[in-house]
């Protein structure tokens, strides 16, 4: 098991910006790939953002791209995701993943998740 931990929701303004963190537990934190997802009301979760182990490999979502930056620091076992220029489009609770595999776009590979945090965008 990898506990992970979201924070850094909140409610922000159009354009503002927002830094989500994930704390996770336990020795192994450097081994996983780590992704963040979204889910919108009524909507499926999706992908946002992945990052590797190591940080070699970073994938984001088109509708993020140059907009949000995924991040790790393996010594404090926390994955990153700084949110700028936020739209209300980009309103969701947004979780945290740990994937055992392969950097991945894909929820099925991921092996662990938070409780995830809510970001509200106003218009």
């Known amino acids: 098991q990898v506990p992970l931990v979201e924070s850094g929701g909140g409610l922000v303004q159009a354009g503002g910006s927002l830094r989500l963190s994930c704390a996770a537990s336990?020795?192994?934190?450097?081994?996983?790939?780590m992704g963040w997802f979204r889910q919108a009301p009524g909507q499926e979760r999706e992908f946002v953002a992945a990052?590797?182990?190591?940080?070699?490999?970073?994938y984001y979502a088109d509708v993020v791209k140059g907009r949000f930056t995924i991040s790790r620091d393996n010594a404090k076992n926390t994955v990153y995701l700084q949110m700028n220029s936020l739209k209300p489009e980009d309103t969701a609770v947004y979780y945290c993943?740990?994937?055992?595999?392969?950097?991945?776009?894909?929820?099925?590979?991921?092996?662990?998740w938070g409780q995830g945090t809510q970001v509200t965008v106003s218009s």
């Open positions: 990052i590797s182990w190591g940080g070699g490999t970073i």
């Open positions: 336990g020795p192994t934190f450097s081994s996983y790939a």
């Open positions: 993943a740990a994937s055992r595999g392969p950097t991945s776009r894909s929820q099925v590979m991921y092996d662990y």
